[in-house]
């Protein structure tokens, strides 16, 4: 962690290797998400025989946090991911913390909109370059 970076927790992932299809489909990342129905943001991740993601995100629990400059928080890091926009107005990168994937964040939504968002795969992840 940068001390000049403010860190807030934003949400845990979850990788499952059960072969079920449920949830929000990403074909560019081979991912299918579906969001835990409790009061906790935890997401569940799939993933497809061929996605490209990096083998530590297809098979290590990450956790997520809001960054307020998502460049300087990254700077120096070992990038497995990003950044990039997946979803319109959500800048990501993921960074292996010594074998531990850890998503950064940087935007202006609240959870509310992002979520909604991420449920109705409103973003360039959702989109196919076609």
Not at 2 to 23: E, L, N, R, S, W
Not at 59 to 75: G, M, Q
Not at 78 to 89: A, T
Request: avoid cysteine; charge should be negative; proline fraction near 6%.
């Amino acid at each position: 962690m940068k001390k000049d970076i403010q860190y807030q927790f934003h949400h845990f992932g979850i990788p499952v290797q059960d072969g079920d299809t449920a949830g929000v489909h990403s074909e560019k990342a081979g991912m299918y998400t579906t969001d835990n129905p409790g009061n906790f943001r935890v997401q569940w991740h799939r993933f497809t025989d061929d996605s490209p993601l990096h083998p530590l995100i297809k098979t290590v629990p990450h956790v997520a946090f809001k960054v307020n400059d998502l460049a300087r928080a990254i700077e120096g890091e070992e990038v497995i991911l990003g950044p990039y926009e997946p979803i319109d107005d959500y800048l990501v990168a993921m960074i292996n913390d010594a074998g531990v994937p850890i998503e950064l964040i940087q935007t202006s939504l609240d959870d509310d909109e992002l979520w909604a968002r991420a449920r109705r795969g409103q973003g360039s992840l959702y989109r196919s370059d076609d």
